[in-house]
Structure formats: C-alpha cells, structure tokens
C-alpha cells in the first residue's frame, strides 16, 4: 500500500495509518510532500525520521524515479493521508513533478484506487470543479469526516474511525470501526 502525507492538517491520519498497516503486516511505501514535513513536527511533535521508520519502504518526494511510480509495480492502491488542495490538484492535472503526484498518476493510470482524504474547507467552485475531475478519473474523495453515531471519547476515536473507513475501501478490516447495527452503534 503507498501512502502519502502532503502538507495539510491532518498527518496523524497517514502516521495512523503507518502503524495500522504495520500490525495488519501489509507492506507500506512511504513518500511525504516538503509541505508535510513541517506539518508533522508542528502537529504531531514527531520527527521525520521516526515517521519514516513506520513505513517498511520511505521514498523521497524527489526520486520520481522510485519503484511506485511504475505502472509495472504492483500494489494494494494508495491512500493520500491527509491530502492538501496543492496535492489534489496536482494529481487532476496530471502534473507529476514529484513523487507523490506521479505515484497517484500512475495508481489512475493502472486503474488501481486512488483515496484521497481531502482535508481543506471551505471550498471554492475551482476546489470543487477539481474534486469532481478527480472522482471523473476514478479516485475517491474521503474526508476525514468525524462519524459521532459511534460516541467517540478522544481525539483517537475519532482519527481511528476515519482511518478503518479508509482501509474498508480497500477491503481491509482493520478492527478501528464501531459498525452501525440495527439502528445502533456496535
């Protein structure tokens, strides 16, 4: 599985999901935008290098020479945790001067799934024009949109809820959800 953190708020979402994957023992290729690297440290306090060791693989945003952005190198699909405008609107454009956009690209291209956990708001009608381009093209928008029907207790519930909706788009069952049941959360 690729995942990607670019520069807007929100990287415990791609760190979470570093470490979901990690016990669920799917192979993660990492690549962080510049942006993120900042967002990280002010969010999370945590430094490149220990979000890196999550990853089983960690590319550098510049090496669009990487593995990932090969069409003929098979994954799972990738997952952008959180996904700036910036990132998003790279990807619609098909502008692939880092690794992060030429690895969507190309997850597009190979009609893999692409997600996208778009984290800005609110959205002007280009925003939304680009949004909708991006899902013409076959990626899925998934906010990180919190779920309250759950009854969350902490900021973790929350972000855990968000991230095992993710994995479920991939058919991963993560065990982070509290499922809807019977007109109830179970």
């Given at each position: 599985m690729?995942?990607?953190?670019?520069?807007?708020?929100?990287?415990?979402?791609?760190?979470?999901?570093?470490?979901?994957?990690?016990?669920?023992?799917?192979?993660?290729?990492?690549?962080?935008s510049?942006?993120?690297?900042?967002?990280?440290?002010?969010?999370t306090?945590m430094?490149?290098?220990?979000?890196r060791?999550?990853?089983?693989?960690?590319?550098s945003?510049?090496?669009?020479?990487?593995?990932?952005?090969?069409?003929?190198?098979?994954?799972?699909?990738?997952?952008?945790?959180?996904?700036?405008?910036?990132?998003?609107?790279?990807?619609?454009?098909?502008?692939?001067?880092?690794?992060?956009?030429?690895?969507?690209?190309?997850?597009?291209?190979?009609?893999?799934?692409?997600?996208?956990?778009?984290?800005?708001?609110?959205?002007?009608?280009?925003?939304?024009?680009?949004?909708?381009?991006?899902?013409?093209?076959?990626?899925?928008?998934?906010?990180?949109?919190?779920?309250?029907?759950?009854?969350?207790?902490?900021?973790d519930?929350?972000?855990?809820?968000?991230?095992?909706?993710?994995?479920?788009?991939?058919?991963?069952?993560?065990?982070?959800?509290?499922?809807?049941?019977?007109?109830?959360?179970?």
């Open positions: 690729i995942v990607a953190i670019s520069g807007a708020s929100g990287a415990i979402y791609g760190i979470r999901l570093l470490e979901t994957l990690r016990t669920l023992a799917i192979e993660s290729h990492l690549v962080i510049q942006a993120a690297v900042r967002t990280i440290q002010e969010e306090g430094t490149l290098a220990s979000v060791e999550l990853a089983d693989i960690s590319h945003n510049q090496d669009i020479g990487a593995a990932i952005a090969s069409g003929s190198f098979r994954t799972e699909g990738m997952i952008v945790a959180p996904c700036s405008i910036k990132s998003a609107s790279e990807i619609s454009s098909g502008i692939t001067s880092t690794l992060l956009s030429r690895a969507a690209d190309v997850v597009l291209k190979e009609r893999g799934r692409l997600v996208l956990m778009l984290r800005e708001t609110p959205l002007h009608l280009g925003h939304l024009r680009m949004i909708t381009q991006l899902a013409e093209m076959g990626a899925i928008i998934a906010p990180p949109v919190p779920a309250f029907y759950m009854q969350p207790e902490t900021l519930d929350l972000v855990n809820h968000s991230v095992g909706r993710v994995l479920d788009l991939f058919g991963i069952e993560a065990g982070l959800v509290r499922r809807w049941q019977d007109g109830e959360a179970g």
